[in-house]
Structures are given as C-alpha cells and as structure tokens.
C-alpha cells in the first residue's frame, strides 16, 4: 500500500493533516497515520477499491480475449500483472512465506500460484488472529465497542474479517468482535448432527407434490426415526440391522427424492413469453417479519402457496461446525421479506416443502449451488421449478455475474458484501444484519422479470435462451449433497497442494495429524480449520518436534482442541519418527501415485497394505472402523 502522503487529497478526510506538529507526529502509529483506527480505515478505503477495480477488469473468455487482441492493452496488463506479482511476493516475504510467484520456472500452473497465495493468506491471517486476541487480553476489561446505534445483544457479532468501514459512519468506532460467546447452536438441534463417516441420507419423511411415492425406507417412521445406534440392542445386533436396511433400500437411500419430478418436469407455457418486469417496492414500505416459531412458519407456508413465485437465499456459518450449519433463510415475495431463523425451525422446515417442491411456483435463487446442498443437508427441503439469476446473467454474458452486479445493473441499489461473512448463528440477530439479509431476496422477483425479458429479446423472441437457464437450473436442484467422506487417501490430496518435499516421517505425520483433526473435528462437531489450521499442520509436520511444548510453539494461537490433546499428539510425532527417514519427492504428483516410490521402488516392506490399496472415490460406505489410520483411538 502506498503511504498516503503519496495520494491525493481524497483520503485526508481518513487521515490526519500532515501539518501536525512534530512532536504530534512522533505519537502517530506510522507516518500519516494518528491511529490504528486511522490506518485500518485508510487501508480498507484501499482494499475496497482495489477489490471494485479488479471486479471490473473483463472477464476471462471471449471478453478478455477480445481487450487482449490490442497489444497496448496486453502490454499494460502484462507490466501491471508483473507489479502486483513482484508486490504480493514482497508481502508474502515479509510473512515467511513461500513467494515465487513470478518464479515462471519453478512453477508452472495458476493453480499452484494459487494455493501459495492461499497458503500466505492463511499466514497473514492468523497472525491477525494472534494479533486480535492479544489485543483482547490486553482490554478485558473494557466493554466491546459497537457500532453506534446498535443496541449489544448479550451475544455479538464476530467475523474480524468483514468490512466495517460503513458509509454512513465513518467516523464512529468499532471493535472487531469475536465469536467466542456465541452460543453452539447445535446443543438445542432435536435432532443430532451425524457426523459420522457415512454417507449423507435424505432427511425427507413426506414428499409433498409426489408423482412418484416416496420409498418405504423414508415413510416408515420405524426405520426412519430409529438409527441403529440409538436402539438399545447390543452392538452386534444393531449392525446386523444396519446392514439389512441398507440392503434392501440402498438405492433409494442415495437417491434424490425428487429425481423423478424433476426429470419429467416442464416449464409452464407463460412462463416462456415475455413478461412486463413488475416494479419491486421500495424496501421501507415492505413489511418485514422474522419467523421463528412454527405457527408462523405454517402460516408462510400457506401464503407462499398461492403465489406464482418467490426469492429465496441462505446464510450459512461453517468455523464452529464440522458439516456447516444454515443459519437463516430469507424469503421474498412481491409484497414482502421473511427471515426465517433455521437454527430455531431447523427440524419443523420440511413443511416449507408444499411450496418448494410445487411445479407451478417458481423459486428464484441466485447462485443456489450451495444453497441446495444446505436445504437438503439441514433442512429437508428440495426445490422444484428453480429459476438461478446466477446462470440467466451467464446466459445473458453481462459484465459480472454477482448479485450486487445485477443489482446494481437492474435496480440502481448499490450493496455492500459487508455481513456475507458475518457470524449469522449470532441472535437475536442485529438490525443491520436483519437489513442486509433482507436486500439478498427482495429485489430478486424483479430482477427475475427483467433477465427473463432479455433472453428472450436477446434471442430475438424465442425461448431457447431462457428455456436454456431453466435447464441449467434444474440441474443444480438435481445436485445431491454429499457428505465429506474421510478414506485413507483424503490426507494425500491435501498434501499433494502443499508442494512441499516432504521425508517419509514428515509425511507420516501429515498423514496421522490429518487423520486426527477428522476424527476430533467430526466428533467435536468443530471445522478442521477450527481444530487444527492446515498451516499449522504442515508445520508441525515438518518440524516434528520432539517435546509437546514444540508442538504447542508450532502453534500460534493454539488451538483449543491441540492444547487438550497435545500428548496424543505428540504421540502421533513420535510414532513418525520412528519410520525409516527417506527423501520423498514428487511422488505425490499423480502420475507417480500408482508405484507409491515412498521408500524407493525395491523396497516395499514397510508400506502397509493400506498405503498401497487405493480403493474408488466411491467406495463411500468405508468407515473408520476399516482404516488403520483410526486402530490407534
Ligand atoms: P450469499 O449467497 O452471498 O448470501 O452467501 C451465503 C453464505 O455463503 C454466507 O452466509 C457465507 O457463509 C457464505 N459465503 C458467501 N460468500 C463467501 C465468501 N466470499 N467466502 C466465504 N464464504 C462465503
Ligand atoms: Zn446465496
Ligand atoms: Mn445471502
């Protein structure tokens, strides 16, 4: 970042004068900078529109293609690329990291100047991390800051690394704030998450708007209600009938509960013929109303029934849960906006599937790939007759495929991205989150009139573009969760982006410290990047330390779960150490993989049967209990 002095005087309103007196300047935080405050506004004035300005850069493809066949254009970008590349190295430097970004010999692919990109941010970030938390100890006992206006509820809102430079409150303070005191909303789910190293099943018990029934294995409460792990019959016993349901209903287990109605489904007729885009009305004259009990949920069901069409979108939190967790939904219908709490109705949402899953009324989403996975995960909820704002922009090739681009394109309003990344299991739910999760649905059904409007102008009246985006978009409601599936492999794929050469302990210790962070993540209900960052992992096994205190300075801050368990830990290094030390390189690469050269090509003796077996992706119903990575919990 340029020292401001440098910039124009646009920025003096985030700074202080430069004519301060010397012994004023010699308090500043660095040059041109009173505070941290000053500084952190100065720098995310920065960062926004760096981000803006390279939001608007042409997109790859045929646009970029075409700027690029100007050589004056190529040339700018090639210097100006070399800039930025030689500017993130420095960076990247500063933090220790590996930083051969322009290093064209040593590495070839985006790809991998993608993953050390990665790699760098997850330093640099968790420095921030460390830095945030001292920060905080050392002001425990002030009370958190927030933005003015809000009123604190006795939970706050985390997430340090979302904007909070606001427009309209320049001036006020903030504290970044953490998500230590929320509360786990897991502990009141009726149902528990199943974290389990088994494949995901439906959630699904009635099949509103069926043509073809749903099967008996999901009808018969019995079977449905009971996992064999909750009957009280003896262990044995209850795997035999595990293994006898999966049997007989293995297919329709796995199946999508709607494949059927959504391979037959058709669009409406009018829906193919241009229609006259209905104004959305101004968000302060629309009511808005937050349902958190079932009464009013039973009673949106039944408005949402009537209607022709309806918005909808997600938030979604995933650092304190394995699988993730939806935190809210958010409806809107021409006339009104719901949020609906997830965590509170989490169990009582499958009623919404009377009009999710109706032919006859449209859902629109924008982008629903996730979406769709977290309905089905979480909720039960699957969508017939889905229309994706995401692919009719792709379909229509506007500049940016974003939802604050069309907004902006279509409705004039201008949004900011600022709580997409905000703690959402945070409640009550703060205004200004309620406000901003409001604008992610209520402009939708307009702006669905207007992009359905120009592809069929676009295809000069026919419905094949817009007949196209319908397509597309009963593909994604046809896309079937999958649960993460730990095999004895999955630490080979993580490993394999690290780049680094790796001796047979190190890799050992990957291997074990990987098989570890599942198991407690999955059993913790924590992400693995709560449990154990990657970054650390890497370094622990790269230094493997041969006191527990190593591990725990290998960490920095130290995670929770590390700290608890770091003499099994230190066990699963010392076990690494054991193995005869070799040089392992470059066989991670793929087409090394089938000879698994770990100990050289005529020595096979020490590589156990399950380093050698590569068993199919597929092959999803493996459990712990077959992987000898696990025979040591
Ligand atoms: P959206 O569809 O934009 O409302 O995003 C839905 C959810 O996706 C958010 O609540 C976040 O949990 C997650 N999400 C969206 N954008 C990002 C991002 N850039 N990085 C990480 N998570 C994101
Ligand atoms: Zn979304
Ligand atoms: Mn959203």
Known sequence: MDSPKSNDS?????????????????????????????????????????????ASLPQTGDEDDFYRSFPGFREFCESQGDKLLHCMSQIMQHHGCRSHLRDQSKLTGLEERFDLVVDSNDVILERVGILLDEADGVNRTQQPVLPAGFQPPKIVVSSWNRMVALERSRSETFRLLHAKNVARPQLKFKEKVDNSNTPFIPKIFIKPNATKPLSSYFTNKQIRKQRPEDLDVPAA??????????????????????????????????????????MYKPISKTKCSFIDSLEDLVALNEKLCKLSEFAVDLEHHNYR?????TCLMQISTREEDFIVD???????????NEAFTDPAIVKVFHGADSDIDWLQRDLGLYVVNLFDTHQASRALNLARHSLDHLL?????????????????????????????????????PYIYDCVRAQLLDFNHGQPGLLQSVWNKSRDISLKKYVKPIFTEESYLELQRKQKRSLNTQQLTAFRLLFAWRDKLARQEDESTGFTLPTHMMNKISEELPREPQGIIACCNPVPPLVRQQVNELHLLVQQAREMPLLKVRRWLEPMFLPEVTMFGPHDTSRVSESDLHHCSRDGKLDTHARSPLYLGF
């Not at 997830?342 to 919404?352: F, Q």
């Open 10 to 54: 646009t920025n003096s309103g985030l700074r202080d004068s430069t004519s301060k007196a010397n012994d004023e300047e010699q308090d500043e935080l660095c040059p041109g900078f009173r505070n941290a405050d000053a500084f952190v506004k100065y720098g995310l004035g920065a960062v926004l529109s760096a981000t803006k300005a390279s």
């Open 237 to 278: 016993l209850a795997d035999l009938i595990h293994q006898q349901r999966t049997q007989e209903h293995v297919e329709d287990m796995f199946a999508h509960p709607y494949q059927y109605e959504l391979d037959h489904f058709t669009v409406p007729e009018g829906l193919l013929s241009k229609p006259e885009p209905q």
């Open 321 to 325: 849960s394995f699988l993730g967790l």
């Open 342 to 352: 997830t965590i509170e109705l989490r169990s009582e949402l499958y009623i919404l």
């Open 408 to 444: 902006k394109h279509f409705c004039t309003v201008d949004t900011d991205k600022r709580y997409q990344l905000a703690d959402w299991r945070i409640r009550p739910l703060p205004e200004e989150m309620v406000q901003y999760a409001r604008t992610d649905t209520h402009y939708l």
